[in-house]
């Protein structure tokens, strides 16, 4: 395997990105030193050729292992990919013009997952991918880029169809973590990511932070599965605008959760740039609470979203509405048809939909479309059979 050794230096230079952002400072260091140890081989530090992992092979990754632009990294359908339990230190990204390969199937699914004798939530940070897709912390149009929380990668642009590989039948294990409350690492990180990208039958499995989180971007993902995240299990923010089909949510009793959909039209620590808001479309979903106060879906900060086919159960409020920022009113989006829902059903939810404090007075006859009966949610049982952790 070839790499480039690279100091910490001349990396933060050339992928250091315009916005400015309030996070701590965070200092990563980067070894480059791939080497060998009991027949383990061990992964850390930017390439800057290709890297391609072998089942024949046993991996650790000790360190942040970036992928730098116009390479690959390629891991074999049926890989075991450990990494080290050093919480946010260790973590896999894809930096803008990179891909990786990682195609598994639902026989041989690719795992990647701590190497803790007994593992944990939060052992290691997840696999970040950032593209050159538009995000709305930037003005519309623009080749301007912004920094993700951790290691201040560099994000966005205007390549709506970028392509940043693809990851299918892969499931991250163990994953997620926090700095401080504006540095986070989740499951899967998509800052930026376009929609030649393919994100198809993904499962984060037991993460501290949130599951699956949409920076921006255009990728349109599919058979999706969040199991036990500790924080919310779908996030978005910074203008996302692709598709969400077939989505599984699971929020176990015991373990503490935060929303299941946590959805933000732009990133309230800068501004909306842009002049848009997030407005994706989800289809065939099904959330399971764990019984407690929480929410189901929180539209907030202008988001916008054309949801249909969805199923809630055992949460204190299903769907809300939230106007926080003056001036640009996520009850807007319902007013002018970017904000519906067709064909939900509650079962076990205190609250099943609230329009509180708006700014413009909505009825749930404004939101809520179709009828409860035609709900299915989504047929995990079957999608998500062999592959899956439970």
């Known amino acids: 395997m070839k790499r480039n050794l690279l ?7 050339t992928f250091m990105g315009c916005e400015r952002d309030d996070t701590s400072d965070i200092v990563i260091n980067i070894t480059n030193n791939p080497s060998t140890s009991d027949g383990v081989i061990e992964l850390s530090g930017v390439f800057t050729e290709d890297l391609t992992l072998s089942n024949s092979e046993e991996y650790l990754i000790t360190g942040p292992l970036l992928m730098a632009e116009n390479t ?20 896999i990204a894809i930096l803008p013009g990179a891909q990786i390969n990682a195609a598994g199937t639902s026989s041989n699914p690719i795992v990647f997952t701590s190497n803790a004798g007994t593992p944990s939530s939060g052992d290691w940070g997840g696999i970040v991918i950032c593209g050159k897709a538009p995000i709305n912390s930037t003005a519309d149009g623009s080749e301007d880029t912004a920094t993700t929380e951790v290691g201040g990668l560099s994000y966005g642009g205007n390549t709506p169809n970028d392509n940043s590989g693809r990851l299918e039948y892969v499931r991250l294990e163990y994953v997620g973590g926090a700095i401080d409350g504006n540095a986070e690492l989740n499951g899967l990180s ?91 479309n989800v289809t065939n979903v099904t959330v399971i609470g764990d019984n407690d106060s929480g929410r189901a879906f929180r539209l907030r900060a202008g988001s916008r979203g054309i949801f249909s086919n969805v199923m809630v159960s055992n949460f204190g409020r299903g769907f809300v509405i939230q106007d ?7 009850s807007e989006g319902v007013l002018d048809g970017d904000t519906s829902v067709t064909d939900i059903s509650f079962t076990g939810v205190d609250t099943p939909v609230v329009l509180t404090d708006l700014e413009n007075v909505l009825t749930e006859a404004d939101v809520i479309f179709g009828d409860a009966a035609n709900a299915t949610g989504t047929d995990f049982a079957t999608w998500g059979a062999n592959w899956t952790a439970n």
Do not use: C, R
Not at 324 to 330: K, L, S, W
């Open 7 to 13: 100091i910490l230096l001349s990396f933060a230079l």
């Open 72 to 91: 690959t990294l390629t891991v074999p359908a049926g890989a075991e990919i450990k990494v080290a339990p050093v919480g946010v230190n260790a973590y």
């Open 190 to 280: 998509l800052y930026a990511v376009g929609s030649e990208t393919i994100i198809d039958y993904v499962q984060i499995f037991k993460g501290s932070d949130d599951g699956f989180e949409f920076f921006g971007g255009t990728v349109n993902a599919s058979h999706l599965v969040v199991t036990d995240a500790e924080d919310d299990s779908i996030d978005w923010t910074e203008g996302y605008t692709g598709s969400l089909t077939d989505v599984y949510v699971i929020q176990n009793e015991g373990i503490g959760h935060d929303s299941g959909f946590e959805m933000d039209g732009f990133n309230t620590d800068f501004s909306n740039e842009g002049g848009y808001f997030s407005a994706p």
């Open 324 to 330: 926080d920022e003056p001036g640009q009113a996520t």
